[in-house]
């Protein structure tokens, strides 16, 4: 059998090992340190100044951004539902009720006028929502104007989901900076990885100060270990940091690769009806951390499913997209306000490989194995 190609693996440049090698020629292989310092720095610099806390997830931070905002038991919190289950977890890590919103057929991302409607339904019934979780799916940024401004007008804090999306921008300014705060991840399969690990970014450096206190158990300023408030293992360790630091090197370079290989497969599904893209809409720039496409079996003859099963018996791992929230048995009880758009996605849409390490050899095996599935030469 030929080898596996991975739909988004890891992607090491090889400047990560000296950062390392620094950590364990100091000594620094706990939580803090230079990398950690350094890494935060850079990250703060890329995004455009915004303050940074590494953290060991992109669901802690979230977690963490929702404790800041006061959220508790009973609160309502309104989330995109087209997106990855850890977004809404943290909403019931503090017992508070998760409020599902669907797409919009542009950007895939949450639809503001059901985001309104939510909105208003919920302060009819006494319910205000205490925050809004937005989500940049598959790198592609939410139509963030019209969302910042439904946010302002009812005060709802937003809470940016730029896990899939770090480099991506909105009308020049980069995903994750928009909110009061954004969170990050670096995850095995993101467009640049710690192996694990996230952060929370905030133009408002108290949130950040905070994120850092809560993150390292809430320890207070004390010769001993006291605690006022409850704290969590939440920061990142000095030897993943590192991995961090050797990876914002080539942040632009995988970035430009993964746009290459979208490129790759429009070319290579060119002309051919049926099958259908994730685009740019105007004033968007999507680092393509995934590439995606939507299959219509009536116009094309056969489904996603077909392409999926075909491509993973010639060991090329495919994936349907995101299974909606307010379709997920953990959140059958859960409220929401939908079109059917996430839904008819997620039932036509495969996430194609990726991986900024993709080579030329995997490629024309990818093009080959398409093609015989579509019955082209």
Not at 146 to 170: F, T
Not at 367 to 375: A, F, T
């Amino acid at each position: 059998m030929n080898p596996k190609i991975w739909l988004s693996s890891p992607h090491m440049s090889g400047a990560e090992l000296k950062y390392i090698n620094e950590a364990f020629e100091t000594n620094w292989i706990a939580p803090l340190g230079a990398n950690v310092n350094s890494f935060e720095s850079d990250l703060s610099q890329y995004l455009g100044g915004v303050h940074c806390a590494a953290l060991s997830s992109g669901t802690a931070a979230i977690h963490l951004a929702l404790i800041m905002l006061g959220v508790e038991k009973g609160d309502d919190i309104i989330c995109q539902s087209f997106t990855f289950s850890a977004t809404a977890n943290p909403i019931v890590y503090l017992g508070a009720n998760p409020i599902f919103i669907d797409s919009e057929p542009e950007s895939w991302n949450m639809d503001p006028e059901l985001l309104e409607k939510a909105i208003k339904d919920r302060i009819s019934k006494q319910r205000k929502p205490k925050a809004i979780i937005l989500v940049h799916l598959y790198g592609m940024p939410a139509k963030i104007d019209e969302i910042v401004s439904i946010a302002e007008k009812y005060e709802i804090p937003i809470v940016e989901d730029a896990a899939e999306s770090l480099g991506s921008r909105y009308k020049g300014r980069a995903c994750g900076t928009f909110g009061l705060m954004g969170i990050l991840s670096f995850n095995g399969n993101k467009i640049i990885t710690t192996s694990g690990g996230g952060a929370l970014v905030s133009r408002d450096d108290e949130y950040i100060k905070k994120a850092r206190f809560l993150a390292t158990q809430a320890r207070d300023d004390a010769p001993h270990y006291q605690h006022s408030e409850i704290g969590y293992n939440y920061r990142m360790s000095n030897v993943v940091a590192g991995i961090g630091r050797g990876q914002m090197e080539v942040l632009e370079n995988r970035i430009a690769v993964r746009r290459e290989n979208n490129r790759f497969y429009r070319s290579l599904f060119n002309g051919i009806e049926g099958i259908a893209f994730q685009n740019e809409p105007v004033g968007h720039f999507s680092n393509y951390w995934l590439t995606t496409i939507l299959v219509n079996k009536e116009k094309i003859g056969f489904s996603r499913e077909d392409i999926r099963v075909a491509l993973e018996k010639e060991n090329i791992e495919t994936r349907p997209l995101w299974k909606p929230m307010h379709l997920q048995p953990v959140f059958s009880n859960a409220l929401s306000y939908v079109n059917g758009i996430s839904e008819k996605y997620f039932q036509d849409g495969l996430c194609l490989p990726s991986g900024s390490n993709l080579t030329t050899e995997e490629k024309d095996r990818i093009k080959l194995s398409i093609q015989r599935i579509l019955g082209i030469s």
